[in-house]
């Protein structure tokens, strides 16, 4: 009786030893494609964030910078990274902003695959408060929250060169402040840094980052504890295997702290993505239960990699959105019902008008090559054509991709121009997925979106109202009139709109002519010399 009582004894220990770590634990690898490659999973966030920083430039950056074509100058705060990464080989990537926490955690609840999300803090230094950074609560938004945050007011005029010194700081720190597992607790990787910059950023942004990094914390605590609950019971929803970086931006007037730098933040999620197959899906999508069922059929992945390889494609994932004219919480619920159900029960709410195609009201030219009544018909995937305004959201591989132009701030043009050059430029093919959709979940817009649409039919006066009180502050900033350093006066809105137009112009007066060989969209100097330094950015793993 002894070996029993033995073995009970040992199995008693490693039942308490799972539950201890069930927090870092995935389910069992579909299969041993492998997403690392050259470093152990626990330091892959440490390297992150020193090759990003490392040519990090300080001196903030105001509109008329962006204006000019000037670079992004993110800083990357933090990486909260799973100390056991999922096995699975294909990653949604996306970007956030404070406020937008709850959409991103919805997105996750619903997805079982590796999720990489930047997440954006503007830190004006001009003393005022900032329409953007909102830590203290999840109100409604995309990037613009009550003006909520007093800042500090810079202590100097900072220049790069000032304070661009020897960084090798960063990366001990950051190797002393990664935990074991998702719910250790970190010492602060800018608390336990003495480079320049950290205290550059501590003394003039100290609680706005301190606050930020407890919120996300909390965040990340919770979907691990999700995590290690549905590792044990098969019966839950899913949750995705989540890596966090938190970016924060120094501007120097309140008009581009209330832009979001999205292509940025796009580039800069992807950047932890180490699959070979990657989806960009903003922070309000959620995926359909079939999605689910892709990610987990690493043949099938395989098989579309392959694919891509002869020639590339674009593997277009068809959107849907609750119809506007519901009130919030019974448009939830549809979406709910919607990624939940069959296809079959998508298309009858949609026959109903219970969903419609997603902006089909606001611009119908952006997903209308899909052809959705063909697609409710289709078991098998098809290709279509490629068109101007296209903007579908879709599964691509990683090193095919050319990036988003970081140019593109805000939500004007952002995705177009992506998807411009992945056909014009990378030749990509386009191929409609026939088992597999998506659900824009309801919010209010972004006050650059409000100020945009010419016609609001669609929304109820309800969501108008709670819109009205969350962007009014934003609306005037971005309404004030300017005077740029050539003479032209204007509103922030008027010169975002003239710029971006002149953007895509341009572009497209190079994608669609001869000389389309020479494009290249601007990307920040930090996310190439990443890319030329991060070992899962050297070479692909599936063949």
Same mark, same amino acid.
Do not use: C, M, S, T
């Given at each position: 009786m002894a070996v029993p009582s033995r073995r009970k004894l040992l199995l008693f220990l490693c039942g308490w030893c799972w539950c201890w770590a069930a927090v870092a634990i995935q389910n069992e690898p579909v299969d041993q494609l492998g997403p690392f490659r050259g470093s152990s999973n626990l330091n892959a966030g440490e390297q992150l964030r020193t090759c990003w920083?490392?040519?990090?430039?300080?001196?903030?950056?105001?509109?008329t910078d962006w204006l000019a074509g000037g670079p992004a100058r993110l800083y990357l705060v933090d990486v909260w990274w799973p100390a056991r990464p999922s096995n699975l080989p294909m990653t949604v990537f996306t970007m956030a902003s404070m406020d937008r926490l709850h959409l991103l955690e919805a997105q996750c609840r619903g997805y079982k695959g590796p999720l990489s999300a930047a997440i954006y803090l503007p830190l004006p230094t001009t003393g005022a408060m900032s329409p953007v950074a909102a830590v203290k609560g999840d109100d409604a938004g995309d990037g613009e929250a009550p003006l909520a945050v007093t800042l500090r007011p810079a202590r100097a005029n900072v220049k790069g060169g000032d304070v661009m010194v020897d960084r090798k700081g960063v990366g001990k720190a950051a190797a002393k402040g990664r935990g074991t597992n998702g719910l250790a607790d970190r010492r602060s990787l800018l608390g336990t840094d003495d480079t320049a910059i950290d205290k550059l950023m501590l003394r003039q942004h100290g609680a706005q980052l301190s606050a930020a990094r407890e919120k996300i914390q909390a965040f990340f605590d919770r979907v691990q504890v999700l995590r290690a609950n549905h590792s044990s019971s098969s019966s839950l929803s899913p949750v995705c295997d989540l890596r966090l970086m938190l970016f924060a931006e120094r501007v120097s007037d309140l008009q581009l702290a209330a832009i979001m730098p999205t292509n940025v933040l796009r580039n800069a999620a992807a950047l932890a993505a180490q699959t070979d197959l990657v989806a960009m899906l903003d922070a309000d999508l959620g995926v359909s239960a079939t999605f689910n069922m892709l990610v987990s /059929? *690493?043949?099938?992945?395989r098989n579309l990699f392959?694919?891509?390889?002869?020639?590339p494609a674009l593997y277009v994932v068809p959107a849907f959105e609750p119809n506007p004219l519901m009130e919030m919480e019974t448009a939830n619920g549809v979406s709910d019902a919607a990624l939940s159900g069959s296809k079959a029960d998508l298309?009858?709410?949609w026959s109903n008008s219970t969903v419609k195609v997603f902006h089909v009201d606001g611009c119908r030219q952006c997903h209308k090559q899909i052809n959705h009544m063909v697609w409710a018909r289709s078991n098998e995937s098809y290709e279509v054509h490629f068109a101007r305004n296209f903007e579908p959201w879709g599964i691509l591989p990683r090193f095919k991709d050319p990036g988003y132009d970081e140019r593109f701030r805000g939500w004007a043009f952002d995705k177009i121009q992506h998807v411009e050059s992945l056909a014009l430029f990378k030749d990509f093919r386009f191929v409609i997925?026939? /088992? *597999?959709?998506?659900?824009?979940?309801?919010h209010p817009k972004v006050a650059i979106a409000r100020i945009h649409a010419q016609h609001q039919q669609t929304r109820n006066s309800k969501e108008q109202q709670e819109e009205g009180k969350s962007?009014?502050?934003v609306n005037?900033?971005?309404e004030q009139e300017l005077s740029l350093k050539d003479g032209r006066t204007g509103t922030a809105y008027?010169?975002?709109m003239s710029y971006v137009h002149s953007l895509i112009r341009a572009e497209r007066s190079v994608l669609e002519g001869s000389n389309r060989a020479k494009y290249g969209p601007q990307l920040n100097p930090q996310l190439l010399y990443c890319k030329s330094k991060l070992p899962w950015w050297q070479s692909p793993t599936l063949k």
């Open positions: 920083n490392a040519l990090y430039d300080p001196a903030p950056v105001g509109y /059929d *690493v043949d099938r992945l392959q694919e891509a390889a002869e020639r298309i009858a709410l997925l026939p /088992d *597999v959709w998506i659900i824009h979940r309801p962007n009014d502050q005037v900033l971005l008027k010169f975002y």
